[in-house]
């Protein structure tokens, strides 16, 4: 089946390369409290997409991905080719080991669009945590600081690849909701395609207690990697077992 970013994904990494996914991985490990190159942890990066984070974690654990479009994994898979990726729903999935680290980065979360999904895939992402182990979710908008009925657009100017993307942003009930109009232009020819994408705008608290819900002590940093926010949960102990920590 056609994924949203199946007609995309060999443009993605040309469409964010002005991301600084080596800065935000630098960010994350000092968030982490994580010695360099010790590589002795574990870490699953949850829509992983190109793997262009993955390229930079792996410096620093041993790293798997998990991404719900086959074609962004493809991707993910020439970039880092000794990586264990996985074809998943983050919803529901089931790896049958665990991490010390969980990640779910560039707002991916977003993509749940409701609440009862975001507690479905915030369960998931918990039970595949060791005790103690830490999940990060950097968050998509907010009702509050989502602007819609605005028109944004980018450009890319190659010899051989002109992309200009444009779109106007919405709001229906409490999901963003947005046309990705791409005019790709190669020496083969120019196509139009559009990207439709629907992410729900989640509330700060209402993520904090479904990450509680699924036995996670909780920090929020509003600034976070890139200053769309973070979410820091920590796996507690067992009641019968000693704490692995409150996450403080
Ligand atoms: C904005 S991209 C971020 C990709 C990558 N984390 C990055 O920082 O470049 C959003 C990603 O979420 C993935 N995604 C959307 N819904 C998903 C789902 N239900 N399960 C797993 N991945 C999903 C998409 O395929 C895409 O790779």
Known sequence: MENMY??????????????????EVQRLISLLGVESDQKQLTLLDVACGTGLHIEHLRRHFHVEGLDICPELLEVARERNPDTLFHLGDMIEFNLGKQFDVITCLFSSIGYVKTLDKLRSAVRSMAAHLKQGGMLVIEPWFTSENWHPN???????????????????????????????????????????????????????????????????????????????????????????????????
């Open 6 to 23: 199946s007609k995309t994904a060999r443009y993605y990494d040309k469409l964010y390369a002005s991301k600084d996914y080596v800065g």
């Open 150 to 248: 605005t028109v944004h657009a980018l450009y890319i100017d190659e010899p051989e690849l002109k992309i200009a993307r444009i779109n106007t942003s919405f709001v229906k009930d409490r999901v963003s909701v947005f046309d990705l109009h791409h005019l790709v232009g190669t020496p083969e020819g120019t196509e139009h395609f559009v990207e439709h994408h629907e992410l729900g705008l989640f509330a700060v608290e209402e993520t904090i207690s479904v990450m509680e819900e699924a036995g996670l002590a909780v920090k929020y940093d509003p600034d976070g990697l890139t200053g769309r926010g973070l979410y820091i949960g920590k796996r507690k102990g067992l009641p019968n077992k000693p704490d692995a920590g409150d996450g403080k």
